[in-house]
């Protein structure tokens, strides 16, 4: 009786993990069955690396060069603003915090992650964009402060797995505090950071509502930090209300793209997370 | 030294919000740039409005190309476009004019202000049709909301902020049919639908009438899909789309062309819009020394 449960119980526990697999093979199938045929109708490279997106016009142009480069260039600010306050916040939350104080510290950085990112969008475009206007470096503040609390926790436990030895020993040899944390600690928890850095990069890439909100959308190259700037993700919202046909198909093509690039973001995390698990 | 460093960069973000915050502040100034506001592309509203005014060019053998200036800001959602006009004083953009609120400025095209008035006799020039579209067959409640909305009554809620589309209407008589009825589409007809809908069900309670905001291509393939029973269009309809589709005109909608409170003018030329939307004006003193 007993072994039959188990038996049953089993199955049931096989069904509930293969139910995300499924989910997951069955969002690469529509994206490739989608995306794939466009890709190939418009041309790998005119698709790629094309300047023009116009997909209203006669003929109609669809080159997601802009948008790849907005992305890369948003996600980039992203890191530049929110990596090191994310990891000069974990060193204070491991190694300089005192008790009563972390107790309040680290639910509000939890709570930052659990306000949606309409409201940061809310945000930006209330408090952010009357000051810097719709562009790229409104963008990149925003997803600085949106990928604050990935950046904290990641690097917070990566700090925190670090041997105590390590530090300790340290304080022996004639080092003070601070230069024991940023000289010993930190460079030991390396793979754990970048770690931190690339799963914020996942988290800012992918960000879609809160930049659509204050980035201005204009789907031509970026050229400076004060203009507007349109992301891969944006491109699909934006026009997928209004997109039939080809149009549709080749908004699918830029998830693909996206996919691709979340896909790399995740192997190279997993890659760093094996590392720095040995 | 490292001990400051969370200390500086909270300083330098602090001072980089305050320096800036105060320097938005004072006269309207003429020698700025005009900050652009535009539709996504395929949307109806922008479709129109490059239409009219030439922002579009149409080449001989069917090429179309939207001339809008690539620095245009993007707004994904009529309202999104409003608060962004409403905060922003160097600004200028479109909207239909049934959903312009007190927080933006309107302005006279050739002279000609845009009202209800002046867009159903024709002298304000920039306006568009909202369409219905529906399966070849329909549902009788279906048909019934149809007759309404094409009927002297339905069309005297149409004008109320709209012009109405049908001349000589017929007097509505209800064959009293009970359903449900999903509408779906295009959010510039939305607000009408929803007076339409409020005056149709106090004739017809039986009736139940459902609208779903999206937009006019979600509309469309919506009765297509048979996930709704009516469409709501405010662009013309594709020939794919024609061959299997009926359609109606329910209203012509005026677009306004809006700029923010504090900008001093109050009237543009229809080639003063087009330069500034392709992008050929781009400072509003060019805009004030010619007007």
Not at chain 1, 70 to 99: D, E, M, N, Q, R
Not at chain 1, 152 to 174: D, F, K, M, N
Not at chain 2, 242 to 252: E, G, N, P
Request: charged share 20%.
């Amino acid at each position: 009786m007993n072994k039959a449960k188990e038996k049953i119980m089993s199955i049931v526990f096989l069904i509930a993990a293969l139910t995300s697999i499924f989910a997951v093979a069955l969002i690469c199938l529509f994206l490739i069955v989608n995306g794939i045929p466009a890709m190939a109708k418009i041309g790998l490279f005119d698709f790629l690396l094309g300047k023009e997106w116009a997909p209203s016009d006669v003929p109609a142009e669809y080159g997601i060069l802009p948008m790849i480069l907005g992305s890369l260039y948003v996600t980039a600010g992203a890191v530049l603003i929110g990596v090191p306050i994310g990891i000069l916040s974990a060193v204070f939350l491991a190694f300089v915090c005192p008790k009563k104080l972390y107790k309040k510290v680290k639910p509000a950085v939890d709570l930052l992650a659990g306000v949606p990112s309409v409201v940061y969008g809310f945000f930006g475009m209330a408090v952010l964009v009357p000051i810097t206007g719709y562009s790229m470096l409104t963008a990149s503040l925003l997803l600085g402060i949106m990928i604050l609390p990935t950046v904290i926790g990641l690097a917070e436990s990566a700090l925190r797995a670090v041997p105590t030895q390590y530090y300790e020993g340290s304080l022996a040899l004639g080092a003070g505090h601070y230069k024991s944390v940023f000289s010993v600690v930190l460079p030991a928890a390396k793979s754990g950071l970048l770690a931190a850095v690339v799963l914020g990069i996942g988290r800012a890439i992918g960000e879609t509502m809160a930049v659509i909100m204050v980035a201005g959308n204009q789907a031509r190259i970026p050229h400076s930090l004060f203009k507007g700037v349109r992301t891969l993700t944006a491109n699909i919202v934006i026009e997928m209300g209004y997109a039939s046909e080809l149009h549709r198909d080749a908004l699918i093509a830029t998830g693909v793209v996206l996919f691709v690039f979340i896909l790399i973001i995740n192997l190279s995390f997993s890659a760093l997370k094996r590392r720095s698990d040995k | 030294m490292k001990k400051h460093i969370p200390l500086i960069c909270l300083c330098f973000i602090a001072l980089l919000l305050t320096s800036c915050g105060f320097g938005g502040k004072g006269e309207f100034k003429a020698d700025k740039e005009i900050a652009v506001f535009s539709r996504e592309d395929g949307s109806g509203t922008r479709t129109a409005f490059t239409e009219i005014f030439n922002i579009v060019e149409m080449g001989e053998n069917g090429t179309r190309k939207d001339r809008t200036t690539k620095e245009a800001v993007i707004a994904k959602q009529t309202d999104v476009l409003m608060s962004g006009i409403a905060s922003d004083r160097y600004s200028i953009g479109y909207l239909s004019l049934g959903s312009v609120n007190k927080t933006i400025k309107l302005i006279s095209i050739d002279g000609v202000y845009p009202t209800a008035e002046t867009v159903k006799n024709g002298t304000y020039a920039v306006s568009r049709p909202f369409i219905i579209v529906t399966k070849k067959e329909i549902s009788p409640a279906t048909q019934d909301f149809i007759n309404f909305m094409l009927s002297k009554e339905g069309q005297a809620v149409a004008a109320e902020s709209y012009i109405s589309a049908v001349d000589n209407a017929p007097e509505f008589n209800s064959s009293m049919p009970s359903g449900k009825v999903v509408v779906a589409g295009s959010s510039s007809v939305t607000p009408v639908m929803e007076k339409l809908k409020e005056a149709y069900i106090e004739i017809n309670p039986n009736a139940i009438i459902e609208i779903q905001l999206s937009d006019s291509s979600s509309g469309i393939q919506g009765v297509i899909d048979g996930t709704c029973d009516i469409g709501m269009s405010s662009r013309h309809l594709k020939d794919s789309e024609k061959a299997v589709l009926d359609q109606h005109t329910i209203a012509l909608d005026g677009i306004a062309i809006v700029v923010n409170k504090n900008n001093p003018i109050n009237n543009l030329s229809s080639e003063q819009v087009k330069a500034v939307f392709k992008g050929e004006i781009t400072r509003w003193r060019e805009l004030i020394e010619q007007g």
